[in-house]
């Protein structure tokens, strides 16, 4: 076990997580398992451990807790939505790894091409990597897919090339992850915030281009979105030696009213300098909603932006409808977590 996951681990037996921006919450533990391929813990593998958890749990009792310890678990992992109140906590990014290789030129649809996925409300997940090997080759190859409402990564790492991390659906949060991939890899319908995390573009297919998002909201009056809250945005090494041969956009209209802002985060120079690309023709550039606001770094500059009718620059009043405290109503659900959280804007 790490020194972090340790700390994480012995703090949770006294019902607290870690130390952070909500003062030490007190977390609720109703149970702790241990996942440890040598035989040593209660069960050898991930499915056997959440298939042991209990269901329709409401919570009142606190969370059930897998302790995955380091190692690759070749696992394709389904959560289902009976299991409420499920913390999965692993021994740190490249040291819990969950993997798979499933694909779209394989046979699989992108969506079941997940290697974890999570459809149960109320999941926490700590310290963990989650990676399709598949390669840029094999196209669409999801790392992670998420439905679960109420939704927390902490800490943990998301490795693909096409289509890594499918936040599909409902409110979710990420807090301090790494995102690794390639063409819309972070793409979905959820209303979802990235906060303090690090967005890694790569070396795609010959002739391809690096979008990081593809939003898929489908009505206006759908409450969703994806907001990049203080994120550093920087090349992945392949991308560096490759001499950026490859472009780089922040986003692209997947569906007719994409939504998707960039906050107080951090661009890095590589990417381009109309920040934004068409998904087809001008298809959904006037209802779509793309924004910045107050980012750094030598590709934050708008001046050369995009000036479709749907791009904006925001101020501080829109900037701050994107935040998690209003965006997600965080502050109603995220701190019985323990997982640390900016409610608003950075000052």
């Not at 001008?282 to 910045?292: K, P, Q, R, V």
């Amino acid at each position: 076990m790490t020194e972090r996951t340790r700390s994480v681990y012995e703090s949770l037996s006294r019902r607290k997580l870690v130390d952070g921006d909500n003062d030490g919450t007190k977390v609720l533990v109703s149970d702790i398992v241990t996942v440890n391929q040598n035989g040593t813990g209660n069960f050898t593998t991930i499915i056997e451990a959440v298939t042991a958890a209990p269901n329709k749990t409401d919570g009142t009792a606190g969370y059930f807790v897998i302790y995955v310890t380091s190692g690759v678990y070749e696992e394709n992992v389904m959560i289902p939505k009976n299991k409420r109140y499920l913390m999965i906590i692993g021994d740190g990014i490249n040291r819990t790894v969950v993997t798979g290789n499933r694909n779209v030129v394989d046979g699989w649809t992108t969506f079941n091409s997940a290697t974890f996925a999570v459809t149960s409300p109320n999941f926490v997940a700590v310290n963990m990597t989650f990676r399709n090997t598949a390669g840029p080759e094999k196209h669409q190859a999801v790392a992670l897919r998420n439905s679960a409402d109420l939704s927390i990564f902490y800490s943990c790492s998301f490795e693909a090339y096409q289509d890594t991390l499918y936040t599909h659906s409902l409110r979710q949060f990420y807090r301090e992850c790494d995102i690794y991939g390639t063409v819309d890899f972070i793409f979905g319908n959820a209303a979802v915030v990235f906060q303090n995390c690090n967005l890694y573009p790569r070396q795609p297919l010959p002739n391809q281009f690096n979008a990081i998002t593809a939003q898929g909201r489908t009505d206006p009056n759908q409450n969703t979105g994806t907001s990049i809250h203080n994120c550093t945005i920087r090349p992945a090494d392949d991308l560096v030696s490759s001499n950026y041969t490859v472009k780089t956009y922040l986003g692209r209209p997947w569906k007719e009213y994409s939504r998707t802002v960039f906050m107080q985060s951090y661009l890095d120079g590589f990417v381009e300098p109309v920040g934004w690309r068409e998904w087809n023709g001008d298809f959904a550039l006037s209802t779509l909603y793309y924004a910045e606001y107050n980012n750094t770094g030598s590709g934050s500059n708008t001046t050369d932006r995009v000036v479709w009718p749907g791009y904006h620059v925001m101020n501080s009043t829109d900037a701050n409808n994107f935040t998690v405290s209003n965006f997600l109503f965080g502050d109603e659900w995220m701190v019985q977590s323990g997982v640390p959280y900016t409610s608003g804007l950075l000052s």
